[in-house]
């Protein structure tokens, strides 16, 4: 128990130590306005060297080169910042002499300073609230696994960073002491973070070596620091030394999860790798490139730091979305959108920011200027993607619902599904164009390209000379599938061909002679584009019937046997007929005949002459054996449970249901170890047994039939033997209109079995069948 508080407690101190500064930060920014005055030792005096505009003098009427003489009512060298950092903070009165040599003492108060409380106390204070909260969330969740850990750490310093940057910038040892730690250790904390992270999934983000020379470098660096804090004249350096080594640590970050996500982007985890790196980039870039480089290149910033840390609040609201979220959002279509709207963003904001300059006389290429743009930037994307998403929400009230075109698109597909020729296709296309936009006029038309690129239409009956004459100048080759083009009296969509030629519907006018709208543009081209997958899809699949026909055609005239797809495919093609047709007879007939027999059960009961009675039982015992026969009827059309049972199992079923009806003997020898064979190699099998022993019924007049399937090594054997008649082989007639023994020929050879059939008459039948399985028992 004493284990598990102590536990507890330690994995709270970073809350409470997180907790505690942010109550010190708040009372200093509460205290002490940000005076922003920058002043530098001359001939024993104190002058105002720089005004920072974002601060409390900027609104005062200091100027550079003023005199300070008082601070809290001392000297200037007296007081903390002046001597350190020569810089006038933490301060409530200040005495400055003027060029007029006028002594004048302020009051350093809040008034006039709103911006400063949303920019160094509630953006900061929310960032922070939005840490804790999210932190304290995942130690509660995860308390135990050591990546999650890492990134409380990685977050609770972020925050840390931004809250202290407030009390750094007034000067505050505290703040300075934090920001320091924290600005470069969160990015380290990260890297550490995301280490962690992928190990669980079995992906190496950087190696443990690379990680503690990190650390290393950043324990070096806050070695350099603390020099600097005690070295007053090396302090300059060390800011700058800060801000290298911080664009440093980004860049490595931003190199590692570049690299990284090349090496696995082709794994699942690409999505969260493409959102990880989006966010860092938003989150840094603004601070990188409009503070710090600017900062070490050129003396000076374009935006100030309180600005550009604001995007690192996108870091905690993605981190937040990322655990509680079951599914991540699309970062491909967020991604392309941006460039879209980027595209369409840009010049519209450089346009409205250099007219707003002008108005508000803001001096080019200033961070007022850099700061103005880049918020018009983010707020004219941010009003394209929202205006995106409201169009969805109330596309319905937006576009007319008068043609009703969501409804026409769903019902046209709808009885597309049963189309199978073109003709029809085309035909209901055309009513639906007609009915929907309400034009005068629909007319089908072909267009082929003749010598010299010169486009022809095939059926010129339909249209006038000078429409034929319109339609055939146009440069079809430049149009696909689902352009519209606009011709005298109408237009003309394509709906299907090739560079070639061109399948082609055209409209004539809408009435009243109105041009179509966007929304009728839309809905045609989406019924084209549709209408042309089916229309080739028909036209492939009319093609490919026509060509089985013809090869059906020369092959029985020359006599031929059929190559063996086409044998599988017309088989298949029976196979599935025979099914439909016993579900067909199972659902209708069937069913009527049972109702039919309850009927009858129900008129025995009620009658009580006997003569009547008798009847009605003899119909009943019809009736129930016209029921039976219409059950095995269904099962011969569709072998009951081959799937379920096997084959060998089906076989016996099949002979043990022969042997009810027949008058000869019948034997049987099935191997059981046969299992597992293909489909079509189970239902050839099932299907010639069958065959076979209907023949023997039928025709064969024999006494004694047997019937045995064994397997040797990688072969199927089935042997058929009976006394009967036998017939003339030589007589056989190849042909698919019947089933009998070319039929049981043409199956067999259809899995490339081998059937040898040796008869005559009066000297019965012996058929001998190899199947090859291809080893394992499976065919």
Known sequence: MRQYIKTNVIGLLPFLFAIGLTIYFIAIILNFPLVGLVVKEENHQWMIEKVYDKGWAANQSIKKGDILTLVNGKKPEEHATVKHYQRVELADSITIIDDHSKSKTYQITYSHLDSQYIFYLLLPFLFMLTALLLSMFLYRRKKEDKSAIILIYFLLSLAICY?????????????????????????????????????????????????????????????????????????????????????????????????????????????????????????????????????????????????????LIVIPIVFVYMQLAEKLFDIEYLLNRLRYYSLLSFPFTVVLTLIISLLLKIQFVSGSFFMLLILLFIVTTIFLYTKEFFDYKVRHHLFSKKHNFETSLYKFFQKAKYETKVNSLIKNLMIEIKDVLMVKEVFYIEIIETDKKLWSLLNKGQISPDLTVAIEEIQWENYGVGSLIEVIDGFCIVIGGDYNNKNVIFCGLKKFKTTLNIEEKIWLETLAYFSSILLENFQLIEGLFQKIEDYKE??????????????????????????????????????????????????????????????????????????????????????????????????????????????????????????????????????????????????????????????????????????????????????????????????????????????????????????????????
Not at 216 to 231: A, E
Not at 597 to 605: F, G, P, T, W
Request: proline letters at 2%; aromatic letters at 10%.
């Open 554 to 779: 020369k092959t029985e005239s020359e006599k031929n046997n059929y190559p063996l797809w086409l044998s599988r495919l017309l088989f298949s093609l029976s196979e599935k007929e025979r099914a439909n047709l016993s579900i067909d007879i199972h659902d209708s007939v069937l069913q009527d005949q049972l109702q039919l027999l309850r009927e009858v059960d129900k008129m025995i009961d009620k009658v009580q002459q006997h003569p009547l009675k008798d009847d009605l039982y003899e119909l009943k015992e019809r009736m129930l054996d016209n029921i039976h026969l219409i059950r095995e009827t269904c099962n011969e059309l569709r072998p009951p449970f081959l799937s379920e049972l096997g084959i060998i199992q089906s076989i016996q079923n099949l002979i043990e249901q022969t042997k009810l009806r027949a008058d000869f003997l019948l034997y049987s020898k099935l191997d059981p170890s046969i299992h597992m064979l293909e489909k079509d190699c189970e239902l050839t099998l099932y299907r010639v047994v069958q065959e076979l022993l209907n023949n023997a019924m039928k025709h064969s007049r024999a006494t004694v039939v047997k019937v045995s399937l064994n397997r040797n090594q990688q072969m199927l054997t089935l042997i058929y033997d009976d006394n009967g008649v036998g017939l003339d082989i030589s007589t056989l007639n190849d042909s698919f209109k019947t089933m009998g023994i070319s039929g049981i020929k043409e199956r067999v050879k259809s899995i490339g079995g081998d059937i040898v059939i040796n008869s005559s008459p009066s000297y019965g039948m012996h058929v001998v069948i190899n199947i090859y399985t291809g080893g394992n028992g499976i065919a």
């Open 163 to 311: 809250l202290s940057g407030s009390g750094s910038s007034r000067g505050d040892l505290i703040g300075r002491v934090a920001i320091t730690v924290t600005l470069s250790g969160s990015l380290v904390s990260f890297v550490h973070f995301l280490k962690s992270y992928f190990i669980r999934y079995g992906l190496s983000y950087i190696k443990t070596k690379t990680l503690i020379i990190l650390y290393s470098l950043y324990v070096l660096y806050l070695i350099m620091m603390l020099i600097g804090f005690l070295v007053q004249d090396l302090q300059a350096i060390m800011e700058v030394a800060e801000l290298v080594f911080y664009a440093f640590l980004v860049l490595f970050l931003l190199f590692t999860l570049l690299k990284f996500y090349i090496t696995y982007k082709n794994t699942e985890g690409s999505s969260l790798l493409k959102i990880l790196w989006v966010t860092l980039f938003i989150a840094f870039a603004p601070f990188m490139f409009l503070y710090v480089v600017p900062t070490i290149l050129f003396g000076k910033d374009f935006v100030t730091a309180e600005i550009t840390s604001l995007f």
